[in-house]
């Protein structure tokens, strides 16, 4: 990396500074501005700094953080004739079980009526329910009981991963089950009824780890994933995960680096998942070190995707460490070996995108302003990627 450890540590405390003043975290006479993704990846960020430098106003923060996400998302938005929390329970109720009904994605516009015709492009600015985003702040809620050492938080991210299961994954005519890409606010209807490429791995990984975390906690929690785990499991089996757009990289990436280290503490046993996740990461990242798309001037890039995939080998440096640091359980696997050093060769990708973005003509462009807040909570999470990356 071009910058120091420490000028990177000190350029993610300004990011992450200027985003709680600016989307009314820390500063109360603005409106909160809260879309649940960038804010999954904020929380993970606000406890890195803490752990890094010992300053409780960055934990407050990811706390604050917390609260404000369900309070703002797990309710109905204020253009809507609905109110109250999307759960359909009553206030106190409500307070004690934010996510019991799912959580809103955030987006500027309301979703789409029952009665109102499919549009494309307009419904990405629509508003509804997203899977893969509910498992990042499931992976955010338990990352705060984690470092908390408090299992309300990893309590209410099983409480989300039961209704986002019982919402999105369902029966076809065979009695095959499916999932459906995007919901309606309350979780009654599809709004996008495709399938994710990712989002069963993404839930298998994440309730195994929520589970694992619940049992550190209780022998006997109060919430048991086996069902739903098993579910995603089965959705998983046969499918292929490789993929060319770098948010999609990194994501394979983090979760082998993920399921690696709850392989490691017994919180998952499918020891070949690992290897399945690094070796289909292999031809997106040789596409996109060979293409031009990360050549392009600023203004014809997406920064946020650039640096999932740059986060992403954050975490294969990790998964280094963590095979030194467990030989009697990886060092017998010469298939991680052998696609280690083949992944190791692409450190530069993620430098070279760290480094593009760290320019400052390069965050005055159109393309940067327009995504501001999800562009630089991600570039602060590549420059200190262990509140996100680290169980």
Same mark, same amino acid.
């Given at each position: 990396?071009?910058?120091?450890?420490?000028?990177?540590?000190?350029?993610?405390?300004?990011?992450?500074?200027?985003?709680?003043?600016?989307?009314?975290?820390?500063?109360?006479?603005?409106?909160?501005?809260?879309?649940?993704?960038?804010?999954?990846?904020?929380?993970?960020?606000?406890?890195?700094?803490?752990?890094?430098?010992?300053?409780?106003?960055?934990?407050?923060?990811?706390?604050?953080?917390?609260?404000?996400?369900?309070?703002?998302?797990?309710?109905?938005?204020?253009?809507?004739?609905?109110?109250?929390?999307?759960?359909?329970?009553?206030?106190?109720?409500?307070?004690?079980?934010?996510?019991?009904?799912?959580?809103?994605?955030?987006?500027?516009?309301?979703?789409?009526?029952?009665?109102?015709?499919?549009?494309?492009?307009?419904?990405?600015?629509?508003?509804?329910?997203?899977?893969?985003?509910?498992?990042?702040?499931?992976?955010?809620?338990?990352?705060?009981?984690?470092?908390?050492?408090?299992?309300?938080?990893?309590?209410?991210?099983?409480?989300?991963?039961?209704?986002?299961?019982?919402?999105?994954?369902?029966?076809?005519?065979?009695?095959?089950?499916?999932?459906?890409?995007?919901?309606?606010?309350?979780?009654? @209807?599809? /709004?996008?009824?495709?399938? +994710? $490429? =990712?989002?069963?791995?993404?839930?298998?990984?994440?309730? !195994? &780890?929520?589970?694992?975390?619940?049992?550190?906690?209780?022998?006997?929690?109060?919430?048991?994933?086996?069902?739903?785990?098993?579910?995603?499991?089965?959705?998983?089996?046969?499918?292929?995960?490789?993929?060319?757009?770098?948010?999609?990289?990194?994501?394979?990436?983090?979760?082998?680096?993920?399921?690696?280290?709850?392989?490691?503490?017994?919180?998952?046993?499918?020891?070949?998942?690992?290897?399945?996740?690094?070796?289909?990461?292999?031809?997106?990242?040789?596409?996109?070190?060979?293409?031009?798309?990360?050549?392009?001037?600023?203004?014809?890039?997406?920064?946020? @995707?650039? /640096?999932?995939?740059?986060? +992403? $080998? =954050?975490?294969?440096?990790?998964?280094?460490?963590?095979? !030194? &640091?467990?030989?009697?359980?990886?060092?017998?696997?010469?298939?991680?070996?052998?696609?280690?050093?083949?992944?190791?060769?692409?450190?530069?990708?993620?430098?070279?995108?760290?480094?593009?973005?760290?320019?400052?003509?390069?965050?005055?462009?159109?393309?940067?302003?327009?995504?501001?807040?999800?562009?630089?909570?991600?570039?602060?999470?590549?420059?200190?990627?262990?509140?996100?990356?680290?169980?």
């Amino acid at each position: 990396m071009d910058m120091k450890p420490e000028t990177n540590m000190a350029f993610a405390k300004k990011i992450m500074a200027e985003f709680a003043a600016s989307t009314g975290l820390s500063n109360a006479e603005k409106s909160p501005r809260r879309y649940l993704w960038t804010d999954a990846f904020a929380v993970c960020n606000f406890l890195e700094l803490y752990r890094r430098t010992g300053d409780e106003s960055w934990r407050n923060l990811a706390l604050c953080l917390v609260d404000q996400v369900h309070c703002v998302l797990g309710r109905h938005r204020q253009d809507n004739p609905r109110s109250g929390w999307i759960s359909g329970l009553g206030e106190e109720d409500g307070h004690r079980h934010p996510t019991g009904g799912g959580l809103r994605i955030g987006k500027q516009l309301g979703e789409r009526g029952p009665g109102e015709p499919y549009d494309d492009r307009l419904e990405w600015d629509r508003d509804g329910q997203y899977y893969h985003y509910l498992t990042k702040w499931m992976h955010a809620l338990n990352q705060v009981s984690r470092a908390m050492e408090n299992p309300l938080f990893n309590l209410w991210a099983m409480e989300l991963a039961r209704a986002a299961h019982t919402g999105f994954v369902h029966v076809l005519a065979d009695g095959s089950k499916r999932m459906y890409w995007k919901m309606s606010i309350d979780l009654s @209807r599809p /709004l996008v009824p495709s399938m +994710g $490429l =990712h989002d069963p791995l993404d839930g298998w990984i994440t309730y !195994a &780890q929520l589970q694992a975390t619940a049992l550190k906690f209780s022998k006997t929690p109060a919430l048991d994933l086996g069902p739903e785990i098993a579910d995603m499991r089965a959705l998983c089996q046969g499918k292929t995960w490789t993929t060319e757009d770098p948010l999609g990289i990194g994501g394979l990436l983090s979760d082998a680096y993920k399921t690696m280290q709850l392989i490691v503490t017994g919180g998952f046993t499918e020891t070949g998942l690992p290897n399945d996740l690094l070796e289909a990461s292999l031809p997106g990242l040789e596409a996109c070190s060979g293409s031009r798309s990360l050549k392009l001037p600023a203004d014809y890039r997406l920064a946020f @995707r650039e /640096l999932g995939m740059a986060i +992403g $080998l =954050h975490a294969v440096e990790r998964i280094e460490g963590l095979m !030194a &640091q467990n030989p009697k359980l990886f060092a017998g696997n010469r298939v991680v070996q052998a696609l280690m050093k083949h992944l190791k060769r692409y450190a530069g990708l993620g430098e070279a995108i760290e480094a593009f973005w760290l320019a400052p003509q390069n965050r005055q462009t159109q393309t940067w302003m327009e995504h501001l807040d999800i562009n630089s909570v991600m570039l602060a999470t590549s420059l200190a990627p262990d509140g996100y990356l680290q169980l």
